[in-house]
């Protein structure tokens, strides 16, 4: 068995998947696990895999113009999961492109790879994109700005996955005039956004904490005219915390004003 081990990022998989074709082995004793190796396996031949960027970038356009952009869009989500049940989620994809590949190649609609449910790595593709997806379509309506006192807006937020590359399209489109920072505090990761440029990621930046700290005099107002209405509008007699809970799952309030 060939056991394929690059790093965990997008262009590491796809790296790896590069490798795995151009190796021209078995896909079916093929494997590709991300990160450091815990366990080695008996008989098997450990491959370590550098991350390119032009090897990603064709199996990128591969998956893209084959599959369609849909079920690319679907890969991508899942390898930005990470519940428990996605640690096997680099080798679930490559196995799913593996067989998306093959339908193509047969003549078949490759489009629909993601609705062989009863294959495995199919099964645990679809279980992760749809968690991630799930994820940022939340975010899109609970992120919120506060405006610094340099102007400059900065979100704040603690997702269960690393989902702000879907966030960073979204908002690039909503706010395409505005100077803002997008900061995912679980991962240590940072999307900064100039008016009218794409957003560029940052890993670990290095943020002074006090001028995220110092929001503007207009800001405080706001927030606290906010929380003046938020408080005055409740009908006591009608409070329903676990309705609320339902409606703004509770990890979501540390990086909301009002709660």
Not at 151 to 167: C, D, E, K, S, Y
Not at 214 to 230: C, D, G, H, V
């Amino acid at each position: 068995m060939e056991i394929y081990v690059c790093e965990n990022t997008l262009e590491g998989v796809f790296s790896a998947i590069f490798c795995a074709y151009a190796d021209r082995h078995p896909h079916s004793d093929n494997k590709i696990i991300t990160g450091s190796v815990k366990n080695y396996e008996l008989f098997a031949n450990y491959v370590p895999v550098t991350t390119k960027q032009e090897h990603a970038l064709r199996v990128s356009r591969r998956l893209y113009n084959t599959l369609g952009g849909e079920v690319f869009y679907d890969l991508c989500a899942a390898l930005l999961c990470e519940t428990s049940y996605a640690t096997e989620v680099a080798d679930a994809v490559y196995h799913t492109v593996v067989l998306g590949l093959s339908l193509a190649r047969q003549g078949k609609d490759g489009r629909h790879i993601l609705e062989h449910l009863t294959n495995p790595y199919v099964n645990l593709v679809f279980r992760c994109a749809r968690q991630t997806k799930h994820e940022a379509r939340q975010f899109y309506g609970f992120l919120r700005f506060r405006e610094l006192s340099n102007g400059v807006l900065l979100a704040r937020f603690h997702p269960n996955n690393n989902i702000i590359t879907m966030l960073v399209e979204h908002f690039d489109n909503r706010l395409p005039k505005e100077a803002y920072i997008i900061y995912d505090a679980t991962h240590d990761i940072a999307a900064l956004h100039h008016p009218h440029q794409p957003s560029i990621l940052l890993s670990h930046p290095e943020f002074e904490q006090e001028a995220l700290s110092s929001y503007s005099e207009q800001e405080q107002n706001y927030e606290k005219l906010w929380k003046q209405f938020y408080e005055s509008i409740a009908i006591e007699s009608r409070i329903n915390p676990a309705l609320r809970q339902s409606n703004m799952p509770k990890r979501f309030w540390k990086d909301t004003v009002e709660l």
